[in-house]
Nanobody, 123 residues
Framework: QLQLVESGGGLVQPGGSLRLSCAALGSTLDYYVIGWFRQAPGKEREGVSWISSSGGRTNYADSVRGRFTISKDNAKNTVYLQMNSLKPEDTAVYYC????????????????WGQGTQVTVSS
């Protein structure tokens, strides 16, 4: 059973950077697509990025493309989300999720979810 644990959230000023981590327990990430999702107060959860099981393919939401980078460290069984040039509208709880099969931004297709980590962008 795949378990995911997020970390790295916090308070940052606009224009700053944070790196979120998604550590996998119970199974190797070699078999899983990992997606990052976020939910802002009063809004629905939305897809941010995904990385394929091989790590060779990635995708980003238009709102973060060019500012966020998703990556994978197989040795550490961890996926990262490097977030640069952060904006107040990036404030949200960020979740990582895992699934087997095709990569997708559709959150309903992800079976395994972490508990979330809060990111607040404010001066």
């Amino acid at each position: 059973q795949l378990q995911l644990v997020e970390s790295g959230g916090g308070l940052v000023q606009p224009g700053g950077s944070l790196r979120l981590s998604c550590a996998a327990l119970g199974s190797t990430l070699d078999y899983y697509v990992i997606g990052w999702f976020r939910q802002a107060p009063g809004k629905e959860r939305e897809g941010v990025s995904w990385i394929s099981s091989s790590g060779g393919r990635t995708n980003y939401a238009d709102s973060v493309r060019g500012r966020f980078t998703i990556s994978k460290d197989n040795a550490k069984n961890t996926v990262y989300l490097q977030m640069n040039s952060l904006k107040p509208e990036d404030t949200a709880v960020y979740y990582c999720a895992g699934r087997q099969g095709l990569a997708t931004m559709e959150q309903g297709r992800y079976k395994y979810w972490g508990q979330g980590t809060q990111v607040t962008v404010s001066s």
